[in-house]
């Protein structure tokens, strides 16, 4: 069982930079995948990046150049680095992880390839 706790949230300006923590605890996180999902008010929850197991890296267009998805596994810690953050990226946060392995993207687009999920942390982006 992998335990994740997200920490970094906050409101900021738009334009501002932010980083995202997630801390692992119960396992080794060496080989596992993790990324972040954000959820928008009324809106689905999407994938904004992940470190995949079989499939590289991979962020939405929508952050890519501007987000950047890390893990440090001595750490035990996975991060998310937003930078030039807009107001409609107001949403929680969550990180995920995962130990499945997947050689296509498509597959790491979605929820159920994730066993572990933080409780996600809330990110306010004001014009």
């Known amino acids: 069982q992998v335990e994740l706790a997200e920490s970094g949230g906050g409101s900021v300006q738009a334009g501002d930079s932010l980083r995202l923590s997630c801390a692992a605890s119960?396992?080794?996180?060496?080989?596992?995948?993790m990324g972040w999902f954000r959820q928008a008010p009324g809106k689905e929850r999407e994938l904004v990046g992940v470190i995949s197991n079989g499939a590289g890296t991979y962020y939405i267009d929508a952050v890519k150049g501007r987000f950047t998805v890390s893990k440090n596994n001595a750490e035990s810690t996975g991060y998310l680095q937003m930078n030039n953050v807009k107001p409609e990226e107001t949403a929680v946060y969550y990180c995920?992880?995962?130990?499945?392995?997947?050689?296509?993207?498509?597959?790491?687009?979605?929820?159920?390839?994730?066993?572990?999920w933080g409780q996600g942390t809330q990110v306010t982006v004001s014009s």
């Open positions: 119960g396992r080794d996180i060496t080989n596992y995948a």
């Open positions: 995920v992880a995962s130990a499945r392995y997947y050689s296509r993207i498509i597959d790491w687009t979605r929820a159920r390839a994730y066993d572990y």
